[in-house]
């Protein structure tokens, strides 16, 4: 039987909290590109940014264990490329109009 340390005891691979490199790397990912907002950025930059964000959350919702987290991630993606939609819209209903 393979056992690795939690942290705490060891405890058989299967039920430890040791988390999967997978899904590590597509949470540390997440985090990297909501960093990347940009402070000052016009229309176009959010909405990519936004877009970015989404398939950020796409790539997660592929990894994640529960069926409710994979939902979630799929939703919110879905709200994040809206947004992005919504943002361009606007943007560019504002610049025809200047």
Do not use: Y
């Given at each position: ?30 985090r990297f590109v909501k960093s990347r ?44 490329r809206e947004e992005a939609a919504e ?12």
């Amino acid at each position: 039987m393979k056992v690795v340390h939690d942290g705490v005891n060891r405890v058989p691979i299967e039920r430890s909290l040791v988390v999967d490199p997978v899904l590590k790397h597509a949470l540390r990912h997440l985090r990297f590109v909501k960093s990347r907002q940009l402070s000052n950025a016009d229309f176009v930059e959010f909405a990519d940014w936004r877009e970015r964000i989404a398939e950020a959350l796409d790539a997660l919702a592929g990894v994640l264990v529960f069926k409710e987290d994979r939902s979630r991630a799929r939703a919110e993606a879905t709200a994040a490329r809206e947004e992005a939609a919504e943002v361009r819209r606007r943007g560019e209903i504002g610049a025809s109009e200047r």
